[in-house]
């Protein structure tokens, strides 16, 4: 079942914080996070695996709950360049790979 | 470098023409899967192979086909277009492994009419 990203959107002035969450009904092995720009692909951000740490990519970070399948990512003092529509893909033990992508969600970042 | 590539990268086709759009990969991952994007549904998988003759179905796989002869390329087919199949289709590898992250390719996006 696909995860549940919230919000579906945000607006963000340059230097603001925005936080995405996203819920699975599963139990999780793993959460990647991916952003995608207009017209191109999702390019890849960083992962949390089960039992791991918090991780971190410039100002981005995130984190996952496990007893509660849930993970956020954390967008701090944002930038321009963090404009774009941001997925989080669900792994299970079971699932061997395959991914489980959230709707997305869309951020704007403004000058 | 190593790499993930798609081609076309944009096609026009008649509804009930057959297509096939192709994927190949450098990285020698075991792993590969198509997905289509759709406003409002995010990436839902058609197909995934975890190694040479190796398929499976993914969730939207009716009126799709792959085939894996090497571990570098996984072809999807349309058998008979549909204009519901108009869409950005994406492929994506990974290593092999649970907890192995995806890297896509840069997308082809088709247009049936």
């Known amino acids: 079942q696909q995860p549940v990203q919230s919000p579906q959107a945000v607006i963000l002035r340059e230097g603001e914080d925005a936080v995405i969450n996203c819920s699975s009904s599963?139990?999780?092995?793993?959460v990647h996070w991916y952003r995608q720009k207009h017209g191109e692909a999702p390019v890849f951000l960083m992962i949390?695996?089960?039992?791991?740490e918090q991780k971190g990519h410039e100002k981005i970070s995130a984190s996952f709950n496990e007893k509660k399948q849930q993970s956020s990512l954390y967008l701090t003092a944002s930038q321009l360049s963090y404009s774009g529509t941001y997925f989080c893909g669900t792994g299970t033990t079971d699932s061997w790979g395959k991914l489980q992508f959230g709707a997305g969600t869309q951020v704007v970042v403004t000058p | 470098d190593a790499e993930i590539t798609q081609s076309p990268r944009h096609k026009i086709t008649e509804t009930g023409r057959q297509v096939t759009l192709a994927c190949h990969q450098t990285w020698n991952h075991n792993n590969m899967f198509w997905y289509r994007q759709d406003l409002g549904h995010g990436l839902r998988l058609i197909h995934y192979s975890y190694g040479v003759q190796d398929t499976n179905k993914g969730e939207v796989s009716d009126g799709y086909s792959v085939s894996r002869s090497n571990t570098e390329d996984l072809p999807l087919t349309l058998e008979s277009a549909a204009s519901s199949q108009t869409s950005v289709y994406f492929c994506?590898?990974?290593?092999?492994?649970?907890?192995?992250?995806?890297?896509f390719g840069p997308g082809t996006r088709l247009l049936v009419l």
């Open positions: 599963k139990a999780l092995y793993s």
């Open positions: 994506a590898s990974s290593i092999g492994n649970a907890g192995e992250t995806q890297y």
């Open positions: 949390l695996l089960k039992g791991g």
